[in-house]
């Protein structure tokens, strides 16, 4: 069985790469100060924010590879595999990261805003690319939070920490929201392919067999974590995917109304509703009136 590094601590991950542990809860890495190694399979129970310099070979979460160059960003949260696949080959690792506990950041305001960064749930083609203005800012980001490593820990060291980080983080987001625009071209087609999808599963049986289409579903379909893919088509449409997948359920109903053979139950669990009343509501909510209104306004018109 291929050995799985696992690193858990601050202390283990610094040892990895050849560096001391200035702080026993976060670490800024300079990676070239590690020894020449070769892949490995890591299992990560802490935060890592890692600054690709050169290739090292393919990095690989889950079935998927990172979209991962120089001058990249890529996040990794407690419990994420990481695989690094040139098992054969020596390289000298390059580039810096910035790694932290979980307990460094308990009890900080930033302990609240952890959900909020969606992109350390990203996965395939998602990471953060980087223009050289965005690097030297980042880079100088993780030299402020390795200038206050230097101190002696005191009673402001989590705080100061903490916010550095948070600063990073927010900053990141600006970066992805960028990214969003510049990659327009490639969003649309993202969009179009989501709504062909929507399109081919109310043709299909799937419905039926299966039930509406959750976000996760289109997410993986489109090769894409259900955070980015999310992020995404906030992004292009103003709706969350939740609401798009619901508006799409609300046209294909109107439509199946127009058919005065089959009852609003029949139509219900066409769509893939385990109890009618749930497509009833949903449906009143959005057009404003019941489904069998709706049918009664259309056949008069």
Do not use: W
């Amino acid at each position: 069985m291929e050995k799985v590094l696992n690193f858990d601590t601050i202390s283990e991950y610094n040892a990895f790469n050849n560096l001391e542990t200035l702080h026993p809860l976060v670490s800024v890495i300079d990676f070239s100060k590690a020894k020449e190694r070769t892949g490995h399979k890591m299992n990560f129970g802490i935060y890592c924010i890692f600054l690709k310099e050169v290739d090292c070979g393919d990095l690989k979460y889950g079935r998927h590879y990172y979209d991962y160059q120089e001058g990249t960003l890529v996040f990794i949260s407690p419990g994420q595999f990481i695989d690094v696949e040139n098992k054969t080959d020596y390289y000298q690792p390059m580039g810096h990261a910035l790694v932290f506990h979980p307990d460094l950041i308990r009890g900080t305001s930033l302990a609240g805003r952890m959900n909020d960064y969606t992109f350390f749930s990203y996965n395939t083609n998602e990471a953060l690319h980087l223009s050289a203005k965005e690097r030297h800012l980042v880079l100088d980001l993780f030299s402020k939070i390795e200038d206050e490593l230097q101190h002696s820990v005191d009673k402001h060291s989590k705080t100061l920490i903490a916010s550095g980080i948070e600063l990073f983080l927010n900053y990141c987001e600006r970066f992805y929201d960028r990214q969003f625009i510049t990659r327009e071209d490639v969003n649309k087609g993202i969009l179009e392919r989501f709504e062909n999808l929507l399109d081919s599963y109310f043709l299909s049986d799937n419905p039926v067999e299966t039930g509406l289409p959750s976000v996760a579903y289109c997410a993986d379909k489109l090769n894409l974590s259900a955070n980015y893919f999310g992020d995404l088509i906030r992004k292009e449409t103003g709706k969350s995917a939740q609401e798009y997948i619901q508006a799409k359920i609300i046209d294909v109903a109107k439509d199946k109304l127009f058919d005065s053979d089959k009852t609003i139950n029949e139509i219900a669990y066409e769509l893939g509703f385990k109890y009618p009343q749930h497509f009833s509501r949903m449906f009143k909510k959005s057009a404003g009136i019941s489904p069998s209104e709706y049918r009664a306004i259309s056949q008069a018109m």
